[in-house]
């Protein structure tokens, strides 16, 4: 098949007609060959299926990764989205969904090395205790993020192939495989829905650059590789951040209040007509009274609009008058020139400016906060005079451009700019690691979303932002998807056991109604170690976990990394991460120095806790020197 495209590739402009369909011809055939790109560590299939009833009965069929044909065209391996292998994921004693026999292969390196029979006809089911199953949980995490095709659960299964128009939140402690969920389903959807979601787009939005890295290779070892990443940050980003906010004014810029705080300061712009408008036109002169145009002004604010959009429909409707005072007087319809002509004389530009004139998000927040009126104005009833000071106390730079934007700016800049114009709105966006986005940062993804569905990932518990969610219907509120439904994954399959147990201890005190998590590995352990010597203590820990196969993370509070760094010096397999962007990504080792100074770092520093101590994957060596925190006790 791979052939095949790359021969199409390479002759596609001798049998095209024109060089237009040879263009398009090539960028099919090109996107065609990164799809069946081919890993040679990965196998082409990893189950197979054979019906004993109903329309598929006495026939086999292989499952993979995609699908495979032959040379006449006909199918030797099913792609697993495909509507037949959902039975491979589904199928059970209770529900056999006709199928008499599932097989799945073990494979290492490619080459396969085992495989297990269920005779669901016979009533044989392994399910979780199936070891093929067990063994591919429980490899090694070396490099980027696997897929998870040969081992999605029904549960898991159920959500991965929801409809395209069903937006849904997954609530999912750690290592129940939210993640991987979420990308699953974004390429089922790109399966199912190509064109239409490949002419819109699909977008995963993570929680920064390390993760997203960490999750690249997914969806391209799937076939998919047109899918659009980003962070929140990266996505709306239109001028540099040059600044940062003190923690209580980035809390109130992050507020769900700012929205009408801006819409209001957007819409104070626009004024009264207080005089009629005279139009010279060569021996003619055209007059509009000031009623007319009051009507043009409030009609036009009626319409819920953008506010550009309303200001060029105020534009379009005064020409609109002009054009019916030259019909009557000339007796025929002036040409579209004329029209371009009028709706650009003077009289008319000075008008709009006058009434409505034209903005920029960022002329918006720079008189926002360095104007005191404009901001008592626009927050009066929202915002306390403590909160519009807070807004107010970095020194205003002398104009808009001149100003150094924090983060949180531009958030606000991204809510004026929606309040301006319309955004384009992405077919379908998956958000990971969602409970730390604000209210206002869940507005501006709602605005390139609203013709699309999304998919929330997250866990309340690891809420670490200031702003961070505790409820998420709130948080799909503001993401104008109010009705979706919240599924809860509790199930672990990668955090073992006795990793979980020490980090559900920290559950009562994170004010989340999450229920505790639960994990079917009971292989890992668990190595908490007091010491008088925190880096001899760590040096030994890495030693120890070096002798074993698999990634190796030592987490720490972040003022303590570079200290660290120097006392450990490079290890091929061994990462020192900060706590901080520790977020999404999983070892199979992981070292965790101090955690008391990791608590004691940031506000929400059990939930932070929470995140480290729930990245190991096979085993977790905590070490400290101070006294544990308390709940952990």
Known sequence: ???????????????????????????????????????????????????????????????????????????????????????????????????????????????????????????????????????????????????????????????????????????????????????????????????????????????????????????????????????????????????????????????????????????????????PMTVPDGSYRWRIGEEPLRRVVDEARREGLPYAVGRERVRARVVSLLLRQSEARRGDSPSEAWQRRMAKAKPVTDFLDAVWPALTPEGVLYRLFSDRDALRESADGLLTDEERELLMKRPAARTARATRWTGADVVLLDEIAGLLDRMPSFGHVVLDEAQDLSPMQCRAIARRTEHGSITLLGDLAQGTAPWASTDWAESLRHLGKPGAPVVPLTVGFRVPAAVVELANRLLPSLAVNVPPAESLRRDGWLDVRATDDLEEETRRAVRVALEHEGSVAVIAADAAVERLGKALGEHERVEIVPASIVKGLEYDHVIVVEPAEIVDAEPRGLNRLYVVLTRAVSRLTVIHAVPLPGPLT
């Open 1 to 275: 098949m791979r052939e095949h495209a790359e021969a199409l590739f390479a002759t596609g402009d001798k049998v095209a007609g024109d060089s237009y369909t040879a263009e398009q011809l090539g960028r099919h055939m090109a996107r065609r060959v990164l799809e069946l790109a081919d890993d040679p560590a990965t196998p082409l299939f990893f189950g197979r299926l054979d019906f004993g009833a109903g329309e598929h009965a006495g026939h086999g069929y292989h499952v993979g990764r995609r699908h495979v044909t032959d040379e006449a065209g006909e199918p030797m391996v099913l792609d697993w989205r495909a509507p037949i292998s959902r039975s491979f994921y589904r199928a059970g004693v209770k529900d056999p969904q006709g199928v008499a026999v599932r097989r799945r292969f073990g494979f290492v390196e490619g080459v396969i090395t085992s495989f297990e029979d269920e005779h669901l006809d016979r009533g044989e089911e392994l399910g979780t205790a199936s070891k093929i199953l067990t063994q591919e949980i429980e490899r090694p995490r070396v490099g980027p993020m696997r897929d998870i095709v040969a081992t999605i659960q029904p549960e898991q299964d159920e959500l991965v192939r929801a409809d395209v128009a069903d937006s849904l939140c997954v609530q999912g402690a750690p290592g129940t495989g939210k993640t991987a969920v979420g990308l699953h389903r974004a390429a089922y959807l790109l399966y199912l829905h190509r064109e239409r979601l490949r002419r819109s787009g699909v977008l995963i939005v993570g929680p920064n650059r390390a993760f997203l890295g960490y999750i690249a290779a997914v969806l391209p070892a799937l076939g998919e590789v047109e899918v659009a990443q980003s962070t929140v940050e990266d996505l709306i980003a239109r001028v540099p951040v040059r600044a940062e906010d003190a923690t209580p004014a980035a809390v109130v810029k992050h507020d769900a209040r700012m929205a009408e705080v801006l819409r209001r300061a957007v819409w104070s712009h626009v004024g009264k007509p207080v005089e």
